[in-house]
């Protein structure tokens, strides 16, 4: 049995942190915290009871990720290098009352808004069907929709749809409209509540997705939604694949009347063998919205930012939820 003197200096040991990244290759980390590094190995790099921040691996299955929170005993902070946070949620019942769960919002903005007008672009210039030319050696000139002049809808209006407006800006589009879960004004101009939504899906010849998955969107584009957006518009999802009911999508694009650009689906993985892999009007690429090479310097200094806070003891950012 541990003597008095051994249980205080057990209390008294600088608290664990567990990171995804080698603390070593991260410049300015703050003193007074023992750090070790863990990216979802089968082993352990300390014993998890010590563990007080837990920055969680990175595009890691979920289970194994949240696998050792159940240990985690003393943890009073669980810190995503996503921006959404679902995957997460059902951690919270496997943290200690009073624990925090931090997305990453910021960390995606620019390479997920490059992604989106990527797949913009792609998606209407028909970059897709060149490139079927190409590997077959034939010459397929096409006239083809330009984004210029383009109404442009952005579903989800949080720093990622904002970082997509900053890049729509020099596209001399005709219009952006903004919705978020409830208006406000911006210096941009307004954006507009998810509950009048449906009174701007007509007018979009682009509609794209950044909202973050919650009971309110899942399923938020489904067969109504879909039906009206204007014949030939483009759906491009960057958020999350449960936002879109797939079978009612696949409908619209079986039919020629819609096209679409998807960085994640639902499910995903998609399977082989989905009729989504080969529907009409469909590009599809493997939810990499997130990772490129402006990953790494900006989660470095997310998790800097954010152990400096815990280590003074100051407000974290991006609390999105706290254990009960």
């Known amino acids: 049995m541990a003597t008095a003197d051994?249980?205080?200096e057990?209390?008294?040991?600088a608290p664990d942190v567990w990171l995804p990244i080698p603390p070593d290759e991260i410049e300015g980390l703050p003193g007074g915290l023992r750090y070790v590094h863990w990216d979802a190995g089968p082993d352990y790099p300390a014993d998890p009871e010590r563990c007080a921040f837990y920055a969680v691996p990175y595009m890691k299955d979920t289970e194994v990720s949240l696998r050792p929170l159940s240990r985690m005993s003393r943890v009073r902070v669980v810190q995503a290098l996503t921006a959404g946070v679902d995957n997460l949620l059902p951690g919270l019942s496997r943290m200690p009352s009073g624990a925090r769960l931090c997305n990453a919002r910021g960390l995606h903005d620019a390479s997920t808004a490059e992604l989106a007008l990527t797949?913009?672009?792609?998606?209407?210039r028909g970059v897709p069907d060149f490139v079927r030319g190409q590997d077959a050696?034939?010459?397929r000139p096409d006239l083809r929709p330009a984004l210029a002049d383009k109404s442009v809808l952005i579903v989800g209006y949080g720093s990622i749809g904002s970082a997509i407006e900053d890049r729509l800006t020099p596209f001399e589009c005709a219009r952006v409209v903004r919705i978020a879960r409830t208006a406000r004004d911006t210096v941009r101009g307004p954006v507009h509540?998810?509950?009048g939504l449906s009174a701007h899906l007509p007018g979009a010849d682009v509609v794209v997705l950044a909202a973050p998955l919650t009971d309110a969107t899942r399923g938020l584009v489904?067969?109504?939604?879909?039906a009206r957006m204007k014949d030939g518009a483009l759906l491009v999802n960057i958020a999350r694949g449960g936002i879109v009911d797939t079978a009612?999508?696949?409908a619209e694009l079986q039919s020629g009347r819609l096209r679409a650009a998807l960085d994640v689906t639902d499910p995903e993985p998609l399977p082989a063998g989905h009729p989504l892999w080969h529907a009409p009007g469909v590009l599809i690429?493997?939810?990499?919205?997130?990772?490129?090479?402006?990953?790494?310097?900006?989660?470095?200094?997310?998790?800097?930012?954010?152990l400096t806070l815990f280590a003074a003891g100051e407000p974290l950012r991006n609390v999105v939820a706290t254990a009960g």
């Open 6 to 8: 051994q249980r205080t």
């Open 248 to 250: 009612a999508l696949l």
């Open 193 to 195: 509540p998810l509950s």
């Open 222 to 226: 489904g067969r109504d939604f879909l």
């Open 119 to 124: 797949l913009i672009l792609a998606a209407l």
């Open 10 to 13: 057990a209390h008294t040991e």
């Open 285 to 306: 690429t493997p939810h990499v919205g997130g990772p490129s090479s402006a990953f790494l310097p900006r989660a470095k200094r997310l998790l800097r930012d954010q």
């Open 137 to 139: 050696g034939e010459w």
